[in-house]
Structures are given as structure tokens and as C-alpha cells.
């Protein structure tokens, strides 16, 4: 038997399958199997001086799930990142210049390469058979991370404040599907699942303005009827076309209705100063 040959030499944060790929002190792959599409070359890091890959000074960051300090690529939007990954922006909305770093959030199993799947739930790559089969799906209620298959939980308090989840709510990670765009949301009449797994669609979660941006799953609906008590269909998001479906957000109680038993309706502003109500 001839032994398999060492696989090529990688670079700071280029794809990998093992350790002795990546260059630098320290260095180690995060591979497939954990989480990283087609594996990435980091190392461990204390500020962005040990990030600097030659040409551009990236991100030293603890990621999701780590528990360490790691260098992670810089971005401005998804043109930036490898395959199977998108860009979490980190500056304000409306900044002159955005940036953030490239996150693994895998669409497809081809992603992950022949010896791992991607999770929809997590949009994280996992060992062949490794997807989660127990937690709530999206738009199900929560009382914490671990309760979601995401392992992402919206609460109806955050940081002190009301957010209007009632009960919580899972939601999960996507790449924006073609067609998104500025003026009318999405092209067509109806709005895409993306990678969202189970009945979800995958919209723009904050910053992002384009396609691979960064999105979040929310549970689809046709009417608030198809929603939990406290929450609403939004299916004309953009205000200037209304799509056949929709996603299941929190209500303004104000205008649309008592807040569920155990709630009260609290007075808020949004960002143009309009008043509406937010259960909590």
C-alpha cells in the first residue's frame, strides 16, 4: 500500500483538511466537519496584528460557538468571502464605510465537500448523518438557544428591552436568494425559501442590501392567521409591493390587536420617529 499524499500547503485563512496545511505559529484548520466550508486556516489571535495575510489586516474575533480568538477574513459585503460563507457587517447602518467579517452559512451539501452536509437550521456544515433532528423549528417558541434546532432564540426581552417576541422565537441564519432587491424586496410575487429549512423564507437580516448578504429565516405565512398569537404576516415589507406569502413578525399592538394574556402593550418609536406598540 502506498500512504495517501500530504495534502497541499494552504494560507491564512485559504480551505484546508488538516492542520499542517496552515502556515504560521499556531496555526490549525477549522475543518468542514466543524462547521467551516471546505475548512479554514486561522490562528489563534489577540488583536489583528497576526491577521495579516499581506495584503489586508483581518478581523480577530471569537466566532459563534467558539471559544477562542481566531483570525477571521474582512469583508464588506458577500463579494468578499469564499464560498460558503457571507459577510456579518459589525458597522452601523448608513456608516460611510462598512465592514465585518465573513461567517460560514452554507446553502448546500456541495458546499461542505464530500465528507460533511450542511445543517439548514444552523446553515453550518456537519459530519454526513450529523444534521439535528430534535428543538423548535422556526417561528416556534423559545426560552433559550438550546431550545431551537438553530440554536438561535429571539426573546421577548433583550438587554433589558421589549423586542415583541412573545414567548420567543427561533429564527436562523441564510444567504439572501436572487432577486432581492432595494425598491420592491424581491422580483416575482412570492417570497423565496432560499436555504431556509421547514416552511421559512429567507429575508435581509439588518445591514445587508444584496444577494449572499447575510438573511434570516422567519416562518412564512399567507395571513396572521397562519401566525402565533402576538405576531403578524408581513407581506408587503417594502411598502411598495404585496407578495402572496409573507413571514410571521411581532405585531404593533396598537393598531393590530390586544397583546396575548400575560402581556402588555408599550409605547415605541421606530427609527423615523412613527409611535407603534410592542407587546412585552
Same mark, same amino acid.
Given at each position: 500500500m502506498v500512504d495517501a499524499a500530504s495534502p497541499p500547503m494552504s494560507r491564512l485563512l485559504g480551505s484546508c483538511v488538516a492542520d499542517g496545511q496552515c502556515p504560521?505559529?499556531?496555526?490549525?484548520?477549522r475543518t468542514a466537519q466543524q462547521g467551516y466550508p471546505l475548512g479554514m486556516c486561522t490562528v489563534p489571535?489577540?488583536?489583528?496584528? #497576526?491577521?495579516?495575510? !499581506?495584503?489586508?489586516?483581518? &478581523? =480577530? #474575533?471569537?466566532?459563534? !460557538?467558539?471559544?477562542?480568538? &481566531? =483570525?477571521?477574513?474582512?469583508?464588506?459585503?458577500?463579494?468578499?468571502?469564499?464560498?460558503?460563507?457571507?459577510?456579518?457587517?459589525?458597522?452601523?447602518?448608513?456608516?460611510?464605510?462598512?465592514?465585518?467579517?465573513?461567517?460560514?452559512?452554507?446553502?448546500?451539501?456541495?458546499?461542505?465537500?464530500g465528507t460533511s452536509q450542511c445543517d439548514p437550521y444552523t446553515g453550518r456544515c456537519v459530519a454526513q448523518g450529523m444534521v439535528g433532528t430534535t428543538g423548535a423549528l422556526t417561528g416556534e417558541m423559545c426560552n433559550s438557544n438550546a431550545d431551537c434546532r438553530s440554536g438561535q432564540c429571539r426573546l421577548s426581552e433583550e438587554n433589558g428591552n421589549y423586542t415583541g417576541y412573545v414567548h420567543g422565537y427561533c429564527e436562523s441564519l441564510c444567504r439572501i436568494p436572487s432577486g432581492y432587491n432595494t425598491s420592491n424586496f424581491f422580483s416575482g410575487d412570492t417570497l423565496p425559501q432560499g436555504s431556509c429549512a421547514g416552511n421559512a423564507v429567507c429575508i435581509p437580516g439588518g445591514n445587508e442590501e444584496g444577494v449572499n448578504d447575510l438573511g434570516v429565516c422567519l416562518a412564512s405565512c399567507m395571513s396572521a392567521s397562519d401566525c402565533r398569537p402576538g405576531y403578524t404576516c408581513s407581506q408587503n415589507p417594502s411598502g411598495n409591493h404585496t407578495f402572496s406569502n409573507g413571514f410571521c413578525v411581532p405585531m404593533d399592538c396598537m393598531r393590530q390587536g390586544a397583546c396575548p394574556t400575560g402581556f402588555t402593550c408599550h409605547a415605541a418609536q421606530d427609527a423615523q420617529g412613527n409611535a407603534y406598540g410592542i407587546c412585552g
Open positions: 504560521g505559529n499556531g496555526a490549525f484548520c489571535c489577540t488583536d489583528r496584528t #497576526a491577521c495579516d495575510d !499581506g495584503a489586508i489586516y483581518n &478581523t =480577530c #474575533a471569537t466566532l459563534r !460557538g467558539e471559544t477562542m480568538m &481566531t =483570525c477571521i477574513p474582512y469583508c464588506r459585503n458577500a463579494a468578499d468571502c469564499r464560498p460558503g460563507y457571507t459577510c456579518q457587517v459589525t458597522s452601523a447602518q448608513g456608516a460611510p464605510q462598512m465592514e465585518g467579517y465573513c461567517i460560514p452559512v452554507c446553502a448546500s451539501d456541495a458546499e461542505c465537500g
